[in-house]
């Protein structure tokens, strides 16, 4: 049957609100066994253990996820095959693990079976489901249970909303958890180290700033003719200028700094000292900084140049706004 476009958008935006109305409801339950999850993740932590993550069917997907989320922010986690622990793989359980076991029901007869395996190695249970009455949550020690009004599927058969609303709810427990354990930029990087993802977050200012010929550099009581030569040399749109007190950055002046004072200036403006129309305590970045903390100045301050700062407020390069997108940090 062909597809009317008015009936096919009015189906999916139908489907998009029930997934939504799964998540609004998962999110107003939250109580305090949310947080008694949470605390029980920050032990196993503290105990330098593991998360165990188990699901089967699409609650196995959704906990290969999560599982793999975890592990990014440091916390040490392994998905475990239901029905491969019955048969050797329970060798991956150690005493003092946690186990976050998916099922929307909550009745999946591996994932059930599985519950006093796990116990016999001294494993805590986290009942992860939707059923609260379920044969899962009465052999756990601990339950996150996530709300689902109506499966978005008409037939009421294929997971959606649930499986949207048991991944919000886990990723809201890595994300609770990463915040609490005040997790940086620099901490997740390092579980991070290869691919874009990890290039971007590890490249620091020293990195992607110019230098040397592409670096114009000069004392604030050269003219603005020189500094506009400067500038023209170094293919820039800017130019750092220092005092002549330990070469102590004072400003900076610009093509746009240039273009403004020109049309008011008289006629020995080129021949007039840069240090009065240069812009004073200009924004700066140091240069051990992360390439990402350029990245949100240049946005915060809506500017085109950053100059580069030793320890010693010296200048010692420059972050072109026009360098970013090459570098792929946008």
Known sequence: MALIAKTTLARARG???????????????????????????EG?????????????GKSAHIAQKLCGTFNSTGVSSCFLDATQALHGDLGLVDEGDLALLLSNSGQSEEIIRLVPQLKRFGVKIVAFTSNPTSELVKGADYQLLYQVPREACPLALAPTASTTAALALGDALAMVLLESRGLTRDDFATFHPAGNLGRVLLLRVRDIMRTADRFPIARDSVSVQDAILAMTKAKSGSIALVNGKGGILSGIFTDGDFRRNALTAGAGFLHERVAQYMTKSPKTIHEDALGVDALRLFEAHKIDDLIVIDRRGRPVGLVDGQDLPKLKIV
């Open 44 to 56: 196993v932590v503290a105990a330098h253990r593991k998360l165990i993550f188990s699901g089967v």
């Open 15 to 41: 489907c998009i609100r029930l997934e939504m109305e799964a998540l609004q409801a998962t999110a107003t339950a939250l109580d305090g066994a949310f947080v008694e999850v949470a605390r029980a993740i």
